[in-house]
């Protein structure tokens, strides 16, 4: 016969790969049959089983149980052979058996593994009956207690109490997995006999992967003696027995030294699962060896899945309260948003909202003109840094994390205010964005108690010590935060559709403006050229025809017919000059400029040529300055000092001298010309009025024109970035001045 | 003394008409002026067709078009004229009432010889149009063997 003893030389460095699952021993607080299903030929057999029941090593092994051990067999042989058995452990029942030491009463467990019926005999703990019957009560009144409560937190710590009510352990804590997979003990129950964990946390690596797995697919452990010594498990062929399922399987040694590290003989730990994944762990811990029966364990187990459904519940209430609480920090900054003028500055006068929408510390608000910042966040050069970096890689509407320095290498310079980091772009057009920034999550660690408390007992194992795990994890969660709750996430989500909303609704609006506005100009240019032809041309037909008849009927018209003739001719003139000046002034308002360097000397002389046609039996005085050139539109340009030197030779028509000068000075980077008269001049208290459209100061009779001239002046100049004034008295002359910018940015 | 050849006025407008051949009668062009009021019945007359198809008057000096036509309008009428290669020397002006930058950036484009805006003045008005005439009637020599009709 071929014995072997499997699953020796383990390698404790390397948890990870450590194959805890057959380990090929099993904890002596139990004996362990395996057999094949049909025959129930015994494939393995634990190394104290034989002896238990008093028979020679090798007894059992390749026998069927049958022969091996009837008395068994008749007790529990309808549960071997049940088709349906459980593929985890299952109580079958108690038996009593006579063993060497006499009559005694185990419980009995059979489960199916891939390549074995395993039966599992666990010696009832003396003197303490644990039956349904009196685990009752207690769970009846943990599930009562459980649905009172209000909080995950006290679901927690009742279900800390409750567990080591029913089990009798020195401590009991229930222990959470975050999204890395590391540890925060978030409740506790104990007595003196250990210290507090609550608040400490543990790195991921204190349990393994695999070890995660087991814990998932086998909710119950139990470690009565850190100090046990292994049963091998003897088997008839080569294969190991996996014992993933088994309620004695050994645990590992670097279990064992951990648990020894903490000053725990005992220890038991209950899986809580949320939806088939691994939630966190009732963990229970006694300073001297203790076994709980597997009755009592059972209970754990029932009460942690109920718990995990109270859990379940009571999260899902928090999640709707939680959304509701966002709903209305939303709705308020929606509110405020809507007050201003500038939307954004809803957000920036209420910065304690903005925060507590994403549970954050610290907010920006930054694009490429402005960097505004509250609460704690990275300093600005750093702000705009990130929003550089968010521009160009991560144009996405919404962008979270809670490992920015992972994302980004520069932010571990200030990992301490931003690990966490939501952003939301708020413009496609315009680069910006609303920041949101969390600490470094060991920053924010709450102490339940003294972290230095847990007395370091052995110097050797330092890695395992609960302190040193505590710097480990310390270690391995550098540059993280807590966690965005999907709550959080969908809040910010909601402000950034709503900002959008409103950019688009103020740039439909803008849209529908310009809209307008395009269709106005239709409207004027559609207008302006039917008055062009429209207007014009009945007004030159009455000027042709008066003009017609005075030539042809002249004889035959009184004195008085004539002058009436001639009144018809000027008022038709007039009018018809008004509409060309008109339009001349609206053509003003649309026509591209084309600016070019202007020679100003050259233009003003050909101006007062053209005006000295109409003036020849004028005296007329012109003292021309320095003209230097400039930068206008020419055609313009010669418009507005047609109309000056016009005005200026028509408003001095009463003196017998006029005296009239150009010149120019320079006054903050424009070139100032102007143009001054001796001529009737005018009030100063209209000066304002002067360049209106329409507006004239003297009395048609005394001098013509359309009111229009200095309006288009003044419309040309400012097209040109420049502007008009005048100074002047009543009859003492009148100085026009306009001033044109260097800039050649003529619009 | 080369025969003198028509100038063609193409005006709707009536009273546009009177005063225009008011003015050239003053200025006392011996060219006949032909009346036509659209710019259909200005093609008509060119090309010899339709109420004009047996024309024997020779092609005008000048075309004296008025922007604003009925049926076919001036643009047009200059269009086809200047994209006729056998019409094209003919010279056309552009007479309207509108100061429409674009009618005048657009005539320029199609090849118009001039543009005038009918002037509101009287005097102004009988100066333009005897300027033109004179000009385009009698000074303007037209290129050597234009016009189908062309009887020196």
């Known amino acids: 016969m071929n014995v072997r003893t499997t699953g020796q030389g383990i390698d404790l460095t390397a948890c990870d790969r450590e194959p805890i699952h057959i380990p090929g021993s099993i904890q002596p607080y139990g004996l362990l049959l395996a057999m094949s299903p049909e025959e129930r030929i015994l494939t393995y057999v634990s190394a104290n089983a034989a002896p238990a029941f008093g028979l020679d090593r090798g007894a059992l092994l390749g026998r069927p149980i049958r022969e091996a051990l009837p008395r068994l067999e008749a007790l529990l042989g309808p549960d071997l052979g049940r088709a349906d058995a459980p593929s985890g452990p299952g109580f079958a029942r108690t038996v009593s058996l006579d063993t060497a030491a006499g009559p005694r009463r185990f419980d009995a467990v059979v489960h199916r593994s891939e390549r074995a019926t395993i039966l599992e005999l666990e010696e009832c703990v003396p003197g303490e009956e644990a039956t349904l019957d009196t685990l009752y009560p207690g769970m009846r009144r943990f599930v009562e207690r459980l649905q009172a409560a209000a909080t995950t937190d006290d679901l927690c710590r009742l279900v800390a109490q409750d567990v080591r009510a029913i089990t009798g352990f020195d401590r009991v804590l229930v222990y959470r997995f975050d999204a890395q997979w590391n540890g925060n003990v978030v409740a506790e129950d104990r007595n003196d006999a250990l210290p507090s964990y609550l608040g400490l946390r543990f790195p991921a690596s204190d349990i393994p992967a695999q070890a995660r797995e087991l814990y998932r697919r086998n909710r119950l452990r139990i470690v009565p003696d850190a100090n046990y010594v292994p049963v091998p498990i003897e088997a008839l062929g080569p294969e190991p027995l996996d014992l993933s399922d088994a309620v004695l399987r050994s645990v590992s040694p670097v279990h064992l030294e951990y648990m020894r590290n903490m000053g725990t003989m005992a220890s038991m730990s209950v899986s809580i699962l949320r939806d088939g994944v691994l939630w966190g762990l009732i963990s229970c811990h006694n300073k001297e060896p203790r076994r709980v029966p597997l009755q009592v364990r059972n209970a754990c187990d029932f009460l942690a899945q109920i718990f995990s459904m109270q859990l379940d519940a009571r999260e899902r209430a928090a999640r709707a309260e939680d959304r509701m609480r966002l709903g209305s920090v939303q709705a308020r900054l929606l509110g405020y948003m809507a007050a201003e003028d500038v939307f954004i500055d809803g957000l920036v006068k209420h910065p304690g909202e903005l925060m507590e929408l994403a549970g954050a510390q610290g907010a920006a608000i930054v694009s490429d003109d402005y960097c505004l910042r509250f609460g704690r966040t990275p300093d600005e050069a750093q702000v705009k840094d990130l929003f550089a970096w968010l521009s160009r890689h991560h144009r996405e509407d919404v962008f979270v994390t809670d490992a920015l320095p992972a994302h980004h290498p520069a932010a571990a310079a200030y990992a301490a205010r931003a690990s966490g980091l939501v952003a939301i772009a708020i413009s496609k057009v315009h680069r910006s964005y609303v920041l949101w920034f969390r600490p470094e999550a060991v920053q924010t660690v709450e102490w339940g108690g003294d972290p230095r408390k847990p007395a370091r007992r052995e110097a050797g194992a330092e890695r395992l010590h609960p302190r040193n795990s505590f710097e480990v994890w310390k270690e391995t969660v550098r540059g993280r935060s807590e966690p965005w709750s999907p709550g959080e996430i969908d809040a910010v989500k909601e402000l950034r559709n709503a900002i959008v909303g409103i950019v688009l609704r103020r740039a439909e609006e803008l849209a529908s403006l310009a809209d307008e506005l395009r269709r106005s100009n239709r409207e004027l240019e559609a207008f302006s050229y039917s008055v062009s032809h429209d207007l014009r041309a009945p007004f030159r037909h009455i000027v042709g025809y008066a003009e017609l008849l005075k030539k042809q009927e002249m004889e035959r018209l009184s004195e008085r017919g004539r002058r009436y003739v001639d009144v018809i001719i000027e008022s038709a003139y007039t009018a018809g000059t008004l509409v060309d000046n008109l339009l001349n002034f609206s053509h003003m308002g649309r026509t591209a400029l084309k600016p070019r360097r202007v020679e100003t000397r050259t233009l003003v002389d050909e101006v007062r040529q053209r005006l000295a046609l109409d003036t020849a039996d004028r005296r007329i005085v012109w003292t021309i300055g320095d003209l230097p050139p400039v930068h206008a539109d020419p055609v313009m340009l010669r418009l507005v000092f047609e109309n000056l030197l016009s005005n200026a030779v028509k408003y001095t028509r009463p003196r017998e001298e006029a005296v009239i000068e150009i010149g120019s000075y320079r006054e903050d980077g424009s070139t100032v010309f102007f143009v001054r008269d001796n001529g009737v001049g005018f009030d100063m208290a209209y000066v304002g009025k002067l360049f209106g459209v329409f507006q004239r100061l003297h009395r048609m009779e005394d001098f013509e024109g359309t009111g229009i001239g200095l309006a288009n002046v003044r419309r040309i100049v400012e097209r040109h970035g420049g502007r008009t004034w005048a100074e002047g008295a009543v009859d003492r002359g009148a100085t026009f001045f306009f001033a044109l910018p260097d800039s050649e940015g003529a619009s | ?152």
Do not use: C
């Open chain 2, 1 to 152: 003394m080369p025969e003198l050849k028509p100038i063609l006025l193409v005006e709707d407008n009536p009273k546009d008409v009177e005063l225009t051949l008011a003015a050239l009668e003053q200025s006392q062009l011996a060219n006949e002026v032909i009346v036509v009021r659209d710019g259909a019945e200005a093609l008509d007359f060119l090309y010899r067709r339709g109420a004009h198809g047996s024309r024997n008057t020779a092609d005008p000096a000048v075309v004296l078009l008025d922007l604003k036509l009925p049926k076919v309008d001036g643009l047009e009428v200059l269009a086809q004229v200047k994209a006729d290669p056998g019409m094209r020397h003919m010279p056309v002006v552009m007479l309207t009432s509108s100061r429409e930058e674009s009618d005048l950036v657009r005539s320029y484009e199609l090849g118009v010889n001039a543009f005038v805006v009918k002037p509101v003045g009287f005097r102004e008005f009988f100066d333009a149009i005897q300027d033109l005439g004179v000009f385009w009637g009698i000074l303007n020599e037209p290129p050597p063997g234009n016009g189908r009709t062309s009887a020196r």
